[in-house]
């Protein structure tokens, strides 16, 4: 019986996985001209180690950093980052986001081209968030690296509690 076991494993071993060339092909011919995201993402880091950052879209911001100054505890601060896709590559914004919910972020859903332009919307709502805060946006995207941080940063005066 544990003959018949070892022989029906070694049997599945060498000719259960043979690869169905047909099939493949079949698969290829599917899936060929079929434009997709994946299409414009491009992994710069190689198995070897290498990198190649010249294929990829390159988020440039006029600024990253911006203090709104002092305002009031209650008040809405609003500030739009501004960027240029200086890649060479479409530019795919896959998330933005802040360490609370009181700043919230807005990004393009759709693909920036290279050369183009676009903007980060960003609110922070003062409620509750007294003295100087710092408030860290995260952007994730097709570039290289792909995570790049956006600070809002300034002070906001307690409202007097009676």
Same mark, same amino acid.
């Given at each position: &019986?544990?003959?018949?076991? @070892?022989?029906?494993?070694?049997?599945?071993?060498?000719? $259960?996985?043979?690869?169905d060339?047909?099939?493949?092909?079949?698969?290829?011919?599917?899936?060929? $001209?079929?434009?997709? /995201?994946?299409? @414009?993402?491009?992994?710069?880091?190689?198995?070897?180690g290498? &990198?190649?950052t010249?294929?990829?879209?390159? &988020?440039?911001?006029?600024?990253?950093?911006?203090?709104?100054?002092?305002?009031?505890? $209650?008040?809405?601060?609003?500030?739009?980052?501004?960027?240029?896709?200086?890649?060479?590559?479409?530019l795919?914004? $896959?998330?933005?986001?802040?360490?609370?919910?009181?700043?919230?972020?807005?990004?393009?859903?759709? /693909?920036?081209?290279?050369?183009?332009?676009?903007?980060?919307?960003?609110?922070?709502d003062?409620?509750?968030?007294?003295?100087?805060?710092?408030?860290?946006?995260?952007?994730?995207?097709?570039?290289?690296?792909?995570?790049?941080?956006?600070?809002?940063?300034? &002070?906001?005066?307690?409202?007097?509690k009676?």
């Open positions: &019986m544990r003959f018949l076991f @070892i022989i029906t494993i070694l049997f599945t071993f060498c000719f $259960g996985c043979t690869p060339k047909k099939a493949d092909k079949k698969r290829v011919e599917e899936i060929s $001209g079929v434009p997709n /995201a994946a299409d @414009i993402i491009r992994n710069p880091v190689t198995a070897s290498n &990198m190649d010249t294929n990829v879209a390159k &988020m440039a911001f006029e600024e990253t950093r911006f203090n709104f100054g002092t305002v009031n505890e $209650g008040d809405k601060v609003k500030h739009t980052f501004k960027f240029n896709n200086n890649g060479s590559q479409p795919l914004i $896959g998330d933005a986001r802040s360490t609370c919910g009181c700043t919230i972020p807005k990004f393009p859903k759709e /693909a920036i081209p290279p050369g183009s332009s676009g903007k980060i919307d960003v609110i922070f003062t409620t509750n968030k007294p003295n100087q805060q710092h408030k860290p946006i995260t952007i994730t995207a097709n570039t290289f690296p792909s995570k790049t941080v956006l600070h809002l940063e300034g &002070m906001v005066t307690p409202k007097n009676k």
